[in-house]
């Protein structure tokens, strides 16, 4: 399952290295995208920020974040997937955008 997930991330970076145009960043609240993280995420995933990154399955957000493989286009692929041993949520582009600029809010500098 991990492996997938890192896969997924690899791929989308590859595809943002290439073009400038694909490596823009996401327009999103970081603040709403906390909140849905939390309402949607929160009972599987760690969504609040961290000190250190943890190594659980499923991944803390601030793992993900953490990841060098981790961009907005990555996260995009990654949320519009499907995922084995996910729910199948459907969230709409804002939100989306959303939990996005918010995951990349956690990236450590």
């Given at each position: 399952?991990?492996?997938m997930?890192l896969?997924?991330?690899v791929?989308?970076?590859?595809?943002?290295?290439?073009?400038?145009?694909?490596?823009?960043?996401?327009a999103?609240?970081?603040?709403?995208?906390?909140q849905?993280?939390t309402?949607?995420c929160g009972?599987?995933h760690?969504?609040?920020?961290?000190?250190?990154?943890d190594?659980?399955?499923?991944?803390?957000?601030?793992?993900?974040?953490?990841?060098?493989?981790?961009?907005g286009?990555?996260l995009?692929?990654?949320l519009?997937?499907?995922?084995n041993?996910m729910?199948?949520?459907?969230?709409?582009?804002?939100?989306?955008?959303?939990?996005?600029a918010y995951?990349l809010?956690?990236?450590?500098?």
């Amino acid at each position: 399952m991990r492996w997938m997930i890192l896969a997924y991330f690899v791929v989308a970076a590859s595809f943002a290295t290439k073009s400038p145009v694909l490596a823009q960043p996401v327009a999103g609240d970081p603040a709403s995208g906390r909140q849905i993280a939390t309402t949607l995420c929160g009972s599987c995933h760690r969504v609040l920020p961290m000190t250190l990154s943890d190594k659980a399955d499923p991944p803390s957000f601030q793992s993900i974040a953490d990841l060098p493989s981790t961009t907005g286009l990555s996260l995009n692929v990654f949320l519009h997937s499907n995922h084995n041993n996910m729910p199948d949520f459907m969230v709409s582009t804002a939100a989306s955008s959303d939990l996005i600029a918010y995951i990349l809010s956690l990236k450590q500098k």
